[in-house]
């Protein structure tokens, strides 16, 4: 039998037993009523009928009566007899007949339903057998009670029914009572509870079930795997006993509103785990009202927590900054950044306390200069443990400043790096942070964050706390820099003292003063004296360590009320308020000029100086600061004028003066413009052959009112100027034209001289102002003479000499002018590139009569032609002085002896007159250079006598070695040039026996074959001077014999002073010795 789907109904085993208990009554109530209504009737068929009658009245009554109960039950229930039948049923039991498609509720009546059961097919046809086995059980007696649980699902519903049998009997069996009821609800909720069950096992999930006095019933594995907690140390333990006492209060409360009626809710707390550690729950907790327990889950929150955290810290460390970088913005204050600073990171960052504290490096300490969040105990703490021994240098602050590195503490507790934990722990503070406040790579300071939490500071927070420390280092170094440049603006960094906007703005304000009060006030200007020689000469930072000292001592002569400032320079400005006469102010010019005199002590050296002052008066000379400052400068410069080392009060007339000089400027600036300058050329001569060898360019100015201006006048307005730069440039255009044309004439390959100035070579386009001069004009570089002054090349000697070798490199011959007025070191002038060597004309002028003259003279010839440079001597005026050059070996001259300094047409008509020094005049102050050419072949010696007969040297010739040495016999010869191959000896044999017999001699060899061992040993044995080989290179070949002529003549004069010194000894010795007696 197939057990379809009954339709639903409810029952219980309570339902039950009171129906089986009402049928067992009923059967007794039925027993006992007949048997005692039938024992009063005596006629048997009366009690016969009676009973029947009453039976059947009892029996219909009660049937009523048991069907109304069977009815008023929800389980379906049918009565079966010994035999299975089916003799009564309920409602229920119809409606599932009827559901099942049976014939109709009558029909059921009598139907066998073991039987049906026995007949079951399919997939009910087990359970129908199984409830077939167990009713007769039950009738059999071997079962007091079977029960049997059978699933009835459709394709749409699942269902459950319990089938129940049990015996309806008295003293004997009369059947059975089936019911079947429907439990799919109970089913439905066993399965979902042994679902929840094996889901709370499994979950990963932390789960628990506290039981109505909130403790725990059941945990799960999860629950004990996070917690670290076995099960037998939770289960009945209170819920509350593992919460952080400071979340107890409000989770109580979230349980005490599911109580209340809340059935579900979510909460957060904090969890103590077995290790000690905290993590922080989200709870999602359901309260089952019908078993009165909770069933929680717990939801790990702890890094969700925690990065919400960070993030809170993080965006209140982005306020910080934020703060900061707007209070960089307007804040003028270093205590000012400092305070704020501390209080935006207290406000906005949730820091207990900051503080900022900097290098005080006068007392070697660190110093609390600001802080925010006082906690006054804390402070005091953290101000002893600076000020301790070990806070010198063992604090974390200390260190951080001295390593200029970031020093965190999360435990400061616990931390070893954190020397008094104990004063921390005392106020409060769990956490730290110092970072170093680090300017122009220097630690000044630190910044220090406190904070009542350990665990504070994380990575992130500390990348965006070190830019805070940068932020505020940046806002001191701007300060600092804004601090440097107001001190700038107006101090001298140099000095110390007020500068000229400084000075000037002083001025003012006593200028009014003395207006008001019809005061005298005094404005000296003072100009140290040769300042300039020891820039050059110790160089620029001596010049400054000098002007530091020249102000102390200008500052000690001055009254506490009276100002001096530095104007620019060597140049000072004195303020002098409130004097009672011009005396007052020249008492202060002369203690001023006193303490200048005395001597300096700069890097070793002992330096001199002195001061020219200018005096000037308000109200006598200048109603304003402006030409106060002038007029005193103007008498400055007359103080100067006078001999310097004094001091002038200003006049009307010094101010003309300075008119003219700046008329004369402004006319100077217009000049270049209307062709006013022109150059007058001055030859130079040859000493030894008389003739001009070339010329010197000179500036001349031809001004339209006041005509031909000297150059004294105006050169050294062009260099104060600047103006001497372009017309540096036209001068050396005009000269290498003049010269190329000159040549292009035929009159002489003459050189031609252009004084290069100071400006010229500071400037950074010499080179290529003197090639375009060449190109232009197409002059050969080699006839183009540079003249530079001694003292010009001493100014920067080591830069100089790279621009020296790119205008050598160009070509062109430099000279130096002046030569012996300045301080050249040996050195130097060795490693220049020079030619030429001029002699001052300062040393000329007293040549004659002056010894040391002409002993100074004598040294700077001899010591040119020892380096091999030519030598001129300038301002030749006389024939003694021109006689004493020729006799010394001076190679040019130039002056007024010959020509003054001509214009273009005047110098061209002179070249054409082939006017030379007088030769008879030149052999008379000179001995006459002999050379002796020997040679085997005759045409050589003629083509030697060709090339140099116009060097006016003395030649002698022999043929072979034998005439030679006849020849030196003869005459006395400075200089041999021999072949070397020649019969019967050759040239260095030959020149062996010349250095034995006449050792003065310079001795070359001019061959074109080469006995290369045989001559290296001669000129090892100093037999040979030079070798020199055929064919030869004219120029070469002269400037190679000129050479010899120069040693010889060197030698020469060598001995004469050594003979001198020898003689000079002699007699001093001999004074000597007559003292004694």
């Not at 949730?350 to 969040?373: K, N, Y």
């Not at 500071?457 to 500390?462: G, I, T």
Request: charged letters at 25%; a negative charge; one cysteine or more.
């Amino acid at each position: 039998m197939k057990l379809a789907k009954p339709p639903p109904a409810q029952g219980t085993d309570e339902e039950i037993a009171a129906l089986i208990e009402t049928l067992h009554l009923t059967g007794q109530r039925l027993e006992e009523l007949t048997a005692g209504e039938v024992d009063g009737v005596a006629d048997r068929e009366g009690r016969t009928f009676l009973l029947r009658h009453a039976q059947e009245q009892l029996r219909q009554s009660e049937v009523a009566k048991q069907a109304a109960i069977l009815n008023a039950l929800p389980a379906h229930i049918a009565l079966l007899d010994t035999q299975g039948r089916i003799i009564s049923v309920n409602q229920a039991w119809r409606r599932f007949a009827d559901a099942n498609l049976l014939q109709g509720p009558e029909h059921a009546i009598g139907v066998n339903y073991l039987t049906i059961c026995d007949s079951a097919r399919g997939n009910d046809a087990a359970e129908a057998h199984q409830a077939a086995t167990g009713i007769r059980s039950v009738l059999d007696g071997g079962e007091n009670h079977f029960s049997l649980e059978y699933s009835c699902h459709s394709q749409t519903q699942q269902r459950w029914f319990l089938m129940t049998v049990s015996p309806l009997a008295d003293d004997h069996l009369h059947g059975v009572v089936v019911m079947h009821l429907d439990i799919t609800e109970r089913m439905r909720l066993e399965q979902e509870k042994e679902q929840y069950f094996k889901f709370f096992r499994l979950s990963i999930n932390p789960m628990c079930i506290a039981d109505p006095h909130g403790c725990f019933k059941q945990v799960n594995p999860a629950f004990l795997k996070m917690t670290g907690y076995s099960e037998s140390e939770l289960i009945a333990k209170p819920f509350l006993e593992f919460i952080l006492p400071e979340d107890r209060q409000r989770t109580t409360d979230e349980m005490k509103r599911q109580v209340d009626g809340h059935v579900s809710l979510n909460f957060e707390n904090r969890y103590l785990c077995h290790d000690g550690s905290v993590v922080r729950l989200s709870w999602m907790a359901f309260f089952d009202r019908h078993e009165g327990v909770t069933y929680a889950t717990a939801n790990d929150i702890t890094e969700r927590k925690e990065a919400q955290d960070r993030i809170i810290q993080l965006n209140r460390v982005y306020a910080v900054l934020s703060g900061i970088n707007a209070l960089i913005v307007r804040v003028h204050d270093r205590q000012e950044l400092f305070e704020e600073a501390c209080r935006i990171a207290v406000t906005a960052g949730g820091f207990r306390m900051s503080l900022i504290c900097t290098v005080d490096l006068s007392a070697m300490q660190i110093v609390p200069v600001a802080s925010a969040g006082k906690d006054e105990g804390l402070l005091t703490a953290i101000k002893d443990i600076l000020s301790s021994s070990e806070g010198a240098t063992n604090t974390m602050i200390a260190r951080a400043i001295m390593e200029k590195k970031t020093i965190v503490s999360n435990d400061s507790q616990n931390d070893p790096k954190v020397l008094f934990a104990k004063k921390y722990a005392a106020t409060g503070v769990h956490s730290m942070a110092i970072l170093p406040i680090i300017v122009a790579d220097e630690a000044v300071g630190a910044l220090a964050l406190y904070a009542s939490v350990s665990e504070f500071f994380h990575e992130a927070e500390m990348k965006l706390l070190t830019e805070l420390a940068s932020d505020i280092a940046f806002a001191m170094d701007h300060l600092n820099k804004q601090e440097r440049l107001n001190y700038l603006a107006y101090y001298d960094v140099l000095t110390g003292l007020p500068n000229r906007s400084l000075l000037y703005d002083r001025l003012n304000q006593a200028v009014s003063l003395a207006r008001r009060n019809a005061s005298l006030l005094a404005v000296l200007f003072v100009d140290l004296d040769n300042f300039k020689t020891v820039n050059d000469t110790l160089g620029h930072t001596a010049g400054d360590a000098l002007l530091a000292e020249v102000s102390r001592r200008l500052a000690s002569c001055l009254r506490d009320t009276d100002t001096v400032g530095r104007l620019g320079g060597d140049e000072f400005g004195i303020l002098l308020p409130e004097i009672g006469n011009n005396e007052a102010a020249a008492l202060v010019a002369r203690k001023v000029i006193n303490s200048c005199q005395i001597p300096y002590l700069i890097e070793g050296h002992e330096l001199f100086i002195s001061a020219s002052i200018g005096i000037t008066l308000f109200p006598d000379d200048a109603g304003d600061a402006d030409t106060l400052i002038r007029n005193a400068d103007t008498a400055m410069y007359r103080a100067k004028d006078l001999g310097r080392n004094t001091y002038q009060f200003f006049t009307a007339k010094m101010n003309q003066s300075i008119q003219d000089k700046l008329q004369l400027e402004t006319d100077l600036r217009h000049a270049l413009g209307k062709g006013e300058f022109l150059l007058h050329y001055q030859p130079k001569l040859s000493c030894t052959s008389g003739k001009i060898t070339g010329f010197e360019a000179l500036l001349r100015w031809q001004h339209p009112q006041r005509g031909l201006v000297g150059p004294d006048e105006f050169i050294p307005a062009l260099e104060n100027s600047g103006l001497i730069v372009p017309v540096g440039e036209w001068v050396l255009a005009c000269a290498c034209a003049q010269a190329k044309h000159w040549h292009d004439a035929g009159l002489g390959v003459l050189s031609m001289a252009v004084n290069i100035s100071g400006r010229q070579i500071e400037a950074a386009d010499l080179c290529e102002t003197v090639r375009a001069a060449l190109a232009a004009s197409g002059l050969a570089p080699a006839h183009l003479e540079l003249e530079l002054t001694e003292s010009q090349l001493m100014k920067d000697a080591e830069g100089i000499i790279d621009l020296l070798k790119q205008l050598k490199a160009m070509g062109v011959n430099l000279s130096v002018d002046d030569f012996g007025t300045g301080y050249s070191s040996l050195a130097y002038l060795k490693r220049f590139p020079i030619d030429i060597l001029k002699i001052d004309r300062a040393f000329v002028r007293d040549i004659v009569a002056d010894t040391n003259d002409v002993s100074i003279t004598r040294a700077i010839i001899s010591l040119a032609h020892n380096l091999k440079l030519k030598v001129v001597a300038e301002g030749v005026e006389t024939e003694g002085q021109l006689g004493l050059l020729i006799a010394n070996h001076c190679n040019e001259i130039q002056g007024y002896y010959f020509s003054r300094p001509l214009p273009a047409e005047e110098a061209t008509a002179l070249l054409h007159s082939g006017r030379t020094l007088d030769s008879r005049m030149l052999a008379g102050m000179r001995r006459k250079r002999t050379l002796l050419l020997v040679d085997d072949e005759a045409n050589i010696l003629s083509a030697l006598k060709r090339l140099l007969r116009h060097d006016g040297y003395d030649i002698l010739t022999a043929l072979s070695a034998a005439q030679g040495m006849e020849m030196l016999a003869i005459h006395p010869v400075d200089v041999i040039i021999s072949d070397q191959r020649m019969p019967g000896m050759s040239g260095v044999e030959f020149l062996r026996r010349v250095k034995t017999l006449h050792p003065e001699t310079v001795r070359l060899v001019l061959s074109g074959y080469t006995d290369l061992q045989a001559v290296t040993d001669a000129i090892n044995e100093g037999a040979i001077y030079k070798f020199l080989t055929k064919p030869w290179d004219d120029g070469i070949l002269r400037a190679n014999i000129e050479e010899a002529f120069r040693s010889k003549e060197m030698a020469d004069e060598n001995r004469r002073m050594h003979a001198e010194l020898a003689l000079a000894h002699e007699q001093l010795q001999k004074l000597l010795a007559s003292k004694e007696q």
